[in-house]
């Protein structure tokens, strides 16, 4: 299973960027998808996450300005990220959970993309 990320950069405080993931060479059903951040000097945190049937989770310190979808045909995962501010500058990775037939969960990772928030 192969991640990969984009749409990282650089923006100005109130700004908008959209990531997207891709994942490629799965060879069983996707089910979890979704981005968590990791800020210089602190641990990874959840920011988004989206399953299969289309539930949804946000870190409550985006609810309100991201948004997270997904394109199940192409395994696909998308963050609009609106009103952005300094705080949400990190690498945003992308992940998916790969469900096998016989029940174990496999979670891989995208490479991270750096989002850096000027002011």
């Known amino acids: 299973v192969q991640l990969q990320a984009s749409g990282g950069g650089l923006v100005q405080t109130g700004g908008s960027l959209r990531l997207t993931c891709a994942v490629t060479r799965s060879r069983f059903r996707i089910n979890g998808m979704g981005w968590y951040r990791q800020a210089p000097g602190k641990q990874r945190d959840l920011v988004a996450t989206?399953?299969?049937?289309?539930?949804?989770n946000y870190a409550d310190s985006v609810k309100g300005r991201f948004t997270i979808s997904r394109d199940n045909a192409n395994n696909t995962v998308y963050l609009q990220m609106n009103s952005l501010k300094a705080e949400d500058t990190a690498v945003y990775y992308c992940?998916?959970?790969?469900?096998?037939?016989?029940?174990?969960?496999?979670?891989?990772w995208g490479q991270g993309t750096l989002v850096t928030v000027s002011s």
């Open positions: 992940h998916a959970d790969q469900v096998s037939p016989d029940g174990p969960r496999s979670r891989y």
């Open positions: 989206i399953t299969s049937a289309g539930v949804i």
